[in-house]
């Protein structure tokens, strides 16, 4: 991960520039193409600034764009509403001069929340701002399986999906792999120079190839709501919708909420599993053992 905003901007836009066609944008494509997608001046002429100004945007150099030439840029660019927020957040951290180092406090989860989390039927997990897993419910607990008894720097979602065993259990595991790095390159964009964050990028680009090459896209997801695909060895297939839901206090933690289409397959395979945890821990209290986190 880049450290520098000026480069993540001007990565950002060189990645979504180069994937652009003329036709995609009105234009024509003319002989002797020599790049790949729009060329600068092409982009510059769309969003409506000079050819210099946009190059010292994509080369890095020091320009401070206002949200009226952003919003431009991001329209010639067929920008999404996430990529344009995305966009923004760069751009607002590349104005931002360099601040000393400060401290920061490790994220924690309310006891409100934990009480809350052993109330909830459906499987729900907090998540923090860099997908690493704080909190589970019992029922979250059984879906993560071995998962939760890793230390706590490696309950990473990212670091879940990316081992060798994610293969066999999640069916659309390269599609989920995506999506979390959109999502965590999204939070990352809010603060850059955050340790976990700088951690955690830089181990899992040497760690993994397909980490690396997919963060290089600069791809972004907002992590509000999606989809989850497992292969559960008790209960089989589990096809589930999962919803976050910011912690009420400073942003950080989100609940994540997983949950099956009423009277579906996949309601009755989670409604077996959630009776199997449950005989499972009226055995381990008749036998006198611990209970599961």
């Not at 036709?23 to 020599?34: A, F, I």
């Not at 923090?128 to 990473?156: C, I, K, S």
């Not at 955050?194 to 190839?209: I, N, T, W």
């Amino acid at each position: 991960m880049g450290d520098d905003p000026r480069r993540e901007l001007a990565e950002f836009l060189r990645t979504r520039r180069t994937r652009l066609r003329p036709q995609d944008v009105g234009l024509e494509p003319g002989p002797r193409r020599r790049v790949a997608g729009l060329r600068r001046e092409e982009l510059a002429l769309l969003a409506g600034v000079s050819s210099d100004y946009y190059q010292r945007m994509e080369q890095g150099r020091d320009v401070r764009p206002s949200e009226q030439v952003l919003d431009a840029v991001a329209r010639a660019l067929n920008f999404s509403a996430e990529e344009t927020r995305h966009l923004h957040s760069l751009a607002a951290a590349a104005r931002t001069p360099t601040r000393l180092p400060r401290s920061y406090e490790p994220e924690e989860v309310p006891d409100t929340t934990l009480r809350l989390l052993r109330t909830m039927p459906s499987p729900a997990l907090v998540v923090g701002r860099f997908l690493d897993v704080l909190a589970w419910n019992p029922l979250g607990g059984a879906l993560l399986g071995d998962f939760t008894r890793q230390p706590q720097r490696e309950r990473n979602l990212l670091a879940l999906f990316l081992s060798p065993e994610a293969d066999r259990a999640c069916p659309n595991r390269a599609a989920t792999v995506a999506e979390l790095i959109g999502m965590l390159r999204t939070q990352v964009a809010a603060d850059p120079g955050h340790p976990r964050a700088v951690e955690l990028v830089g181990g899992l680009a040497v760690r993994s190839d397909e980490f690396a090459a997919l963060w290089a896209l600069h791809d972004v997801e907002e992590p509000t709501r999606g989809q989850m695909r497992l292969d559960h060895p008790q209960v089989g297939e589990l096809n589930l919708d999962w919803d976050a839901y910011p912690i009420p206090g400073n942003p950080g933690p989100v609940l994540m909420v997983c949950t099956a289409a009423e009277d579906s397959p996949d309601a009755e395979r989670l409604q077996l599993l959630a009776d199997q945890l449950l005989a499972d821990q009226l055995l381990a209290d008749r036998l006198g053992a611990p209970r599961r986190p």
